[in-house]
Every structure is written in C-alpha cells, then in structure tokens.
Nanobody, 125 residues
Framework: QVQLVESGGGLVQAGGSLRLSCAVSGRTFSTYAMGWFRQAPGKERSFVAAISRSGERTYYADSVKGRFTISRDNAKNTVYLQMKSLEPEDTAVYYC??????????????????WGQGTQVTVSS
C-alpha cells in the first residue's frame, strides 16, 4: 500500500524559510516524476513544483519560481521542497504525489497513491 507522508510545515513570518519533506513508501519511487501541490482555504488544490525521475529537470508554478526549490533523494524515497522568501499568499496545506505533464501543465497522478495528510504552512505578514 502506497503511503505519502508530508512533514516540515509550520508557522513562519513573511520572508522566512521552510523545508518540506515527503516520504514515499510502498511503491518504486524512482520511476515517477514527483510533484508538490498546495490547497489554500476555499481554493482548489494547485500545482507548485515538479521534478523528473532522475532529478535533472525541475518545473515551477510562476508564483513560486525563484523562491522554491524542489529536489529528491531516490535512495531515501523522499522528495523535498525548500521554500524561501515566503509570502502570506503561500499559506496552504502542502501535498506531494506523483506528477504528470500534459501540454504545459502539471497534474497529480493520483493513481500512484492516495493523498497524504499534507503539511500546513502558515505565513504571517
């Protein structure tokens, strides 16, 4: 059974940093592109960042480009999201899952595994 366990969220002031982790178990991790997604209150879940299977290529939503960095460690079955220069608009629950690109957009590949519980990121102004 696939499990996605996100951690590392918290309360931080605007301009601060956080590093999120997502540990994956129950499935071959290295054969999937992985992504981070977030859901703010009252909004739909949206794409944040994705990374290729090898980690060589990364992709970002325009709103986080230059501030967030996605990385992965295939030996540890873990994907990371380093977040810097956080803004109140980044407040959301952050989730990871496998990710697939269609055209120029990224989508969660939920057949990989069910969503985890997510990790709350709250940025105060």
């Amino acid at each position: 059974q696939v499990q996605l366990v996100e951690s590392g969220g918290g309360l931080v002031q605007a301009g601060g940093s956080l590093r999120l982790s997502c540990a994956v178990s129950g499935r071959t991790f290295s054969t999937y592109a992985m992504g981070w997604f977030r859901q703010a209150p009252g909004k739909e879940r949206s794409f944040v960042a994705a990374i290729s299977r090898s980690g060589e290529r990364t992709y970002y939503a325009d709103s986080v480009k230059g501030r967030f960095t996605i990385s992965r460690d295939n030996a540890k079955n873990t994907v990371y999201l380093q977040m810097k220069s956080l803004e109140p608009e980044d407040t959301a629950v952050y989730y990871c899952n496998a990710a697939t690109m269609y055209g120029t957009s990224w989508y969660a590949q939920t057949a990989f595994g069910p969503w985890g519980q997510g990790t709350q990121v709250t940025v105060s102004s």
